[in-house]
């Protein structure tokens, strides 16, 4: 294994175990500095986040729909010189197989009710939507010119809870945990790889768009 597959794998595994632990203590009322992974389970209870179940079973029919016609990956996915458009049709086809569909079904049902309570729906949507479809746009610029996903724009969501909780967060120990999701998106920017510009461009909003802390959702 070459420095830069070392460097990526770090960077990956510094965003899931800070993300996780960052995840299971919003998921739970009182922001516990050391919930239980199964706390991410809460995230779900009633009132239930209504944009992250569409959400989420937007992304499930898409899948279920490439896997009945394999087609639509390659009409929606980036190509080299590919028309503007496929930045945003990109986020609706796991371009990888069965591991990257399953995984990034996963991943958003576990991030975006965390953050729809955090920020509110139309905020989470905005996240989503801004992280994931400038990080397409950048990897049709040169970084990786054809492929698809929505990790990136899951990535974004992680991102701005990472911000939100460094800067605003009750639990000094985890708020320097959330650092290292910032940190590991500039690394990653500086390897080209997309989902460091998702972490970013959602850290930026983290800031910019969180309302002071407060859940949207009652608990």
């Not at 992974?37 to 992250?52: D, E, G, I, N, Y």
């Not at 996915?77 to 990109?90: K, L, M, Q, S």
């Not at 801004?130 to 990080?135: D, E, K, L």
Request: with cysteine.
């Amino acid at each position: 294994m070459d420095m830069h597959s070392v460097l990526l794998y770090g960077c990956a595994a510094a965003v899931v175990v800070s993300g996780v632990q960052l995840l299971a203590a919003l998921a739970v009322k009182d922001c516990e500095e050391k919930a239980p992974p199964l706390a991410l389970l809460q995230s779900w209870r009633r009132p239930v986040p209504r944009a992250a179940a569409g959400l989420m079973g937007t992304m499930v029919a898409l899948g279920v729909a490439q896997v009945v016609a394999p087609a639509m990956i390659d009409a929606l996915e980036r190509h080299p010189h590919g028309a503007w458009w496929r930045a945003v049709t990109a986020l609706m086809v796991q371009s990888s197989g069965w591991f990257q569909l399953v995984f990034n079904l996963a991943a958003l049902a576990v991030v975006a009710p965390v953050a729809e309570r955090q920020f509110g729906p139309w905020r989470m949507v905005l996240i989503f939507t801004t992280s994931g479809v400038t990080a397409q746009a950048v990897s049709m610029a040169g970084w990786s010119l054809q492929g698809g996903g929505d990790s990136v724009a899951i990535c974004g969501l992680v991102g701005a809870l990472g911000t939100h909780y460094a800067t605003r967060g009750s639990v000094t120990a985890l708020r320097r945990v959330a650092l290292l999701i910032p940190a590991a998106g500039l690394a990653l920017c500086l390897l080209a790889n997309n989902h460091g510009v998702g972490l970013l461009v959602g850290c930026a909003l983290g800031v910019g768009l969180a309302s002071p802390a407060r859940q949207h959702l009652v608990a």
